[in-house]
Each structure stands twice: as structure tokens, then as C-alpha cells.
């Protein structure tokens, strides 16, 4: 079915430097790629999608790269800052339009 | 406008206990989904509303759990025969339209409800 899988769990990074975050998937039609994130207590939030046509999407600090021929999807966020700490989870959309959420990755930005 | 709104924002009960959980979506969007999410885990998604109809509830961990969307905008998820097991938040999201997976709707969410079984 359906899975995808995000690494790493955890991230800490000095504030300014940049963060990745990497995602694999299978069997998976979705053409939608979109990024949630999530601060503690909080509900989850969309921050940046990409579409299967299209390779690479930046806005502002923010950027997504997808190869789906390969299956792999990416998060970079530079220049972090303190306001980045959150739980970053990289989605897929299932055939009823359900989100399938990878298990997450806790960012930690250090000032 | 409003976006989608939960109550209650904190649900305590005993094992065996019956709960509801209600989502407001946002006004329009005619696709409704719930999800639960457990400690230190994404959300995982439980049944999808297109209108007022179940259109996939094969998240739904077993027969306790099951939801209504009457009258296609509120939803409740019930619960019967609560147990530990069961404690998480419950989102619920609201998106357009939502009918593929080829589908760019954006699902908005609700701050979710923390049910607690004790």
C-alpha cells in the first residue's frame, strides 16, 4: 500500500544554518506533494506543495525538490530561525484524497 | 473567513464511556476528513466525507468508531466503549473539494480535540 517514509526524525541545527529533510514513498499515484507543519500544541499547517509536473518549487526560505521517477521528495529551509521549531511532516495524497503523513521530523533551531 | 473549529478542545472519560467529537469545516468546503493523531506521530487519516456521505472509512480502527456528516457540513466522530488505546488528538480537516488523489485541494485543519481515556 501506500507508505512513505521521512528522515531523519530529529534535526538541530544553529540558527542561520540550513535544514533538509528527505522523504521516500511507494506505490503511490499522487501527483500532489504537499508539506505540513506542525508546532507543539498546534494543529498542522500547509507551508509549500509541489506538483508531479514540476521539479523543484522555492518560496522565500523555503524550497521542495520531487523525482518521481526515483521516489523522493525533499524540505530545505535556509537561514533557519527560532520560529522554525516544529514538527515538519512531508505528505502524500491517497487515491480518496486522504493525506498519508510521514512519522515527522522535530527541527530544533538553536539561537 | 472562519476556518475549521472543534469541540471540545479537551475530552477526559473513563474506559467504557461514549464520546463525541464535533468539526465545524469551513463553509463550502464539501470534503470532510478525520484523522488521529497519537504522541510523537503524524496524523493518521480515519474516514472521508464527500457531502453528506462516508465516501471511504477504511481508517476506522474497528466498529466502535464510526461518524456522521448529516446534513453535509458538521460532522461528529463517535466513539463507543472508550478505551486507553483510543487517547490522542483528533483532527478533523476540511478541503474544497477533495476528490482524487490527483487532487491539489489543500486540507485545512481544525486544532483537534484530545481525547484522554483513563
Known amino acids: 500500500g501506500e507508505n512513505v517514509e521521512q528522515h531523519p526524525s530529529t534535526l538541530s541545527v544553529q540558527e542561520g544554518d540550513s535544514a533538509v529533510i528527505k522523504c521516500t514513498y511507494s506505490?503511490?499515484?499522487?501527483?500532489?506533494f504537499p508539506w505540513y507543519k506542525q508546532e507543539l500544541g498546534k494543529r498542522p499547517q500547509l507551508i509549500i506543495d509541489?506538483?508531479?509536473?514540476?521539479g523543484e518549487k522555492k518560496d522565500q526560505r523555503i524550497a521542495v525538490t520531487l523525482n518521481k521517477t526515483a521516489k523522493h521528495f525533499s524540505l530545505h529551509i535556509t537561514e533557519t530561525q527560532p520560529e522554525d521549531s516544529a514538527v515538519y511532516f512531508c505528505v502524500l495524497v491517497g487515491s480518496q484524497g486522504n493525506l498519508i503523513f510521514g512519522k515527522g521530523t522535530k527541527l530544533s533551531v538553536k539561537p | 473567513g472562519a476556518g475549521v473549529s472543534q469541540t471540545p478542545s479537551n475530552k477526559v472519560t473513563e474506559k467504557g464511556k461514549y464520546v463525541e467529537l464535533r468539526c465545524d469545516p469551513i463553509?463550502?468546503?464539501?470534503?470532510l476528513y478525520w484523522y488521529r493523531q497519537s504522541l510523537g506521530q503524524g496524523p493518521e487519516f480515519l474516514i472521508y466525507f464527500q457531502g453528506t456521505g462516508a465516501a471511504d472509512d477504511s481508517g476506522l480502527p474497528n466498529d466502535r468508531f464510526f461518524a456522521v456528516r448529516p446534513e453535509g457540513s458538521v460532522s461528529t466522530l463517535k466513539i463507543q466503549r472508550t478505551e486507553r488505546g483510543d487517547s490522542a488528538v483528533y483532527l478533523c480537516?476540511?478541503?474544497?473539494?477533495?476528490?482524487?488523489?490527483?487532487?491539489?485541494?489543500?486540507?485545512?485543519f481544525g486544532p483537534g480535540t484530545r481525547l484522554t481515556v483513563l
Open positions: 509541489i506538483r508531479s509536473n514540476v
Open positions: 463553509s463550502g468546503h464539501t470534503a
Open positions: 506505490d503511490s499515484a499522487s501527483n500532489y
Open positions: 480537516a476540511s478541503s474544497l473539494t477533495g476528490i482524487s488523489a490527483g487532487s491539489t485541494d489543500t486540507q485545512y
